[in-house]
């Protein structure tokens, strides 16, 4: 009999087109493994929201296996070590995985195939983006920077080619032990906040493509609506799409044989999430660091102590400014908040409230479900102005303004129930006297905040 193959499953938890999946099968029989490893990541462990997709994900995978008659195999600790032992503890020939391109994960890769013995391959594959990052190169053969310039060389590239099916998987001798998902407590106990996340999703392979199909059925209308936080006009696939229950490969291809504005926009920012991963890997710590250097000498408030009643009222959604409030209520209720308003609520962090980008960016990184290293890095910086992009941090959106125009009235009476008596005209920024006593007063008024924003910006 052929020796087993090992599947190292990271953010690629699915059976179909998976590419991994098929190349070890095609080799002889297949054990999935999922490793979870709180060392090699270090500071950027998964955050709390992400452990409870992960916990669902895992479970679902699971299940879904053991209906081919197949286990998925689970084991703790520093994922080199943790591969390296079980491919010599099940006689593995090769260990299969997908590429990844978090610095901690090409580190643990690189780590991996140095210390395997002789005999034990490491095999990767693509799959994770549209394109692998870094092959999409500017006529000099350099990376692209800038987002326009990016899609359009993407354009040329795309489609991405036809998905693979399910492949026949051949079950192994013996199974090797594995750790029960319970153990793991990926869920939350003390206090248990995932009721209301229970409740907005549907988690796994199975009901990526089931949100898949129902966006496809509204997708013409997708420009239209998609800035309209009071409609579920986008397809809500970025925690599927991050955990890769469902491959953009997918994605694309539901699309083949439809154009047409919605579409064409809907496509458009998916390819975001691949220039995302481009950026990721010309800077590697982007998450980290202002881009533009000067910044690192902007008088940042101090998150810690006079800025900290501050922090915790936009955490909680208690600033005063009901569309803020209403995205950080959502994002706390379900590990999501509409792109919007993420663009509007951590555009108030950084300008109204002057706080470090890289605060946000911490506090998106544990409480969303979608939380990704390089979409949440680059899209904190493209709104801080401190990017790799055109966008300026002199550009300071107004909440109040923003609410009206993308017509936030339904949004904000869903996550802001005091506010919910309030007529459309009022909704939006409800004077002292229309304020209910329950909702906090504005923490600062835009003119101000505007102003100390721009001072400490001319400082610089
Ligand atoms: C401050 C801030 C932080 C963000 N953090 C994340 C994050 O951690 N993870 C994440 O996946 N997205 C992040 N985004 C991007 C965007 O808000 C989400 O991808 C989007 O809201 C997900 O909803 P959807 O699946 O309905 O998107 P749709 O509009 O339906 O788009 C389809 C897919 O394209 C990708 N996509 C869309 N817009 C972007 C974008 N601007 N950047 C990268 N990918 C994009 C996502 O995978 C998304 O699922 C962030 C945006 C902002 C402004």
Do not use: C
């Amino acid at each position: 009999m052929a020796s087993p193959q090992i599947v190292w499953l990271r953010r690629d938890l699915r059976l179909a087109d998976q590419e991994a999946f098929h190349a070890a099968a095609a080799r002889g029989p297949v054990i999935p493994v999922y490793v979870l490893d709180d060392e090699s990541p270090k500071h950027r462990t998964m955050g709390g929201a992400s452990r409870w997709w992960l916990h669902h994900s895992l479970a679902s995978l699971a299940s879904d296996l053991h209906k081919h008659s197949y286990r998925l195999i689970l084991r703790r600790g520093r994922a080199a070590e943790v591969l390296v032992a079980l491919a010599r503890e099940t006689g593995a020939g090769s260990i299969h995985a997908l590429r990844h391109y978090e610095p901690w994960w090409r580190n643990a890769e690189r780590e991996l195939k140095e210390s395997l013995p002789d005999g034990i391959k490491f095999i990767r594959h693509d799959g994770l983006y549209l394109l692998p990052p870094g092959t999409v190169t500017t006529g000099s053969g350099g990376p692209y920077k800038i987002f326009t310039p990016f899609y359009r060389a993407m354009r040329e590239r795309l489609p991405p080619g036809e998905p693979l099916a399910v492949p026949e998987l051949a079950l192994p001798e013996s199974w090797p032990e594995s750790d029960k998902l319970e153990d793991w407590n990926l869920l939350p106990t003390k206090p248990d906040w995932s009721g209301s996340m229970n409740a907005a999703w549907q988690v796994g392979e199975g009901a990526a493509h089931e949100q898949l199909d129902a966006f496809a059925e509204h997708a013409s209308k997708y420009e239209a609506e998609r800035n309209l936080p009071a409609i579920d006009g986008s397809s809500r696939l970025s925690p599927h799409l991050h955990f890769g229950e469902i491959s953009p490969r997918q994605v694309w291809s539901a699309f083949a044989d439809r154009r047409g504005k919605g579409v064409e926009s809907f496509l458009r920012e998916l390819v975001w999430r691949d220039y995302a991963a481009n950026v990721m890997l010309q800077f590697p710590d982007y998450p980290e660091h202002s881009y533009k250097v000067n910044f690192a000498n902007l008088a940042w408030r101090d998150h810690q102590g006079e800025a900290a009643a501050d922090l915790e009222a936009w955490k909680r959604g208690r600033t005063g400014y009901p569309i803020v409030d209403a995205g950080m209520r959502q994002l706390w209720a379900t590990g999501w908040m509409h792109n919007r308003v993420r663009m509007i609520a951590a555009s108030f962090l950084i300008k109204h409230l002057l706080i470090d980008w890289r605060v946000g960016e911490r506090w998106f990184w544990d409480t969303l479900v979608d939380a990704d290293y390089a979409s949440n890095g680059t899209n904190w910086q493209w709104v801080a102005g401190t990017g790799v992009d055109a966008n300026m941090f002199v550009r300071i959106m107004a909440p109040l303004l923003q609410s009206e125009k993308f017509d936030a009235a339904g949004y904000i009476r869903q996550w802001v129930p005091e506010l919910a008596g309030l007529p459309d005209e009022v909704i939006h920024d409800p004077s002292d006297m229309e304020r209910p006593d329950d909702y906090p007063p504005k923490i600062v008024e835009h003119r101000t905040a505007r102003e100390r924003a721009l001072g400490a910006f001319r400082e610089l």
